[in-house]
């Protein structure tokens, strides 16, 4: 089982990217995944997690500024990130049941 996230980097506060965590190893379908980060210093935080009927839910520091989608023919799950801001400063990574995958750093500063 393999989760590689990938498309952070520097961004201007304000600003978007859109982040990826291909999956490898078993098929997404049927279950619910993850988005979370880590910033230096701090704990993990889970972010978005979306469920095999395509619902979402998210924590309140991203409520509203990000969405998590999946897309199920490419075995892949995205997070589409706006409106950021310095805070959101970290390694962002997916999870599947307990297990974390490879994370991207995404870094927002002027």
């Known amino acids: 089982v393999q989760l590689v996230a990938s498309g952070g980097g520097l961004v201007q506060p304000g600003g978007s990217l859109t982040l990826s965590c291909v999956v490898s190893?078993?098929?997404?379908?049927?279950?619910?995944l993850t988005w979370g980060r880590q910033a230096p210093g701090k704990e993990r935080e889970e972010l978005a997690t979306?469920?095999?009927?395509?619902?979402?839910i998210y924590a309140d520091s991203v409520k509203g500024r990000f969405t998590i989608s999946k897309d199920n023919a490419k075995n892949t799950v995205i997070l589409q990130m706006t409106s950021l801001k310095s805070e959101d400063t970290a390694v962002y990574s997916c999870?599947?049941?307990?297990?974390w995958g490879q994370g991207t750093q995404v870094t927002v500063s002027s």
């Open positions: 999870k599947w049941r307990t297990t």
């Open positions: 190893g078993f098929r997404i379908t049927p279950y619910a």
């Open positions: 979306i469920g095999t009927d395509g619902t979402a």
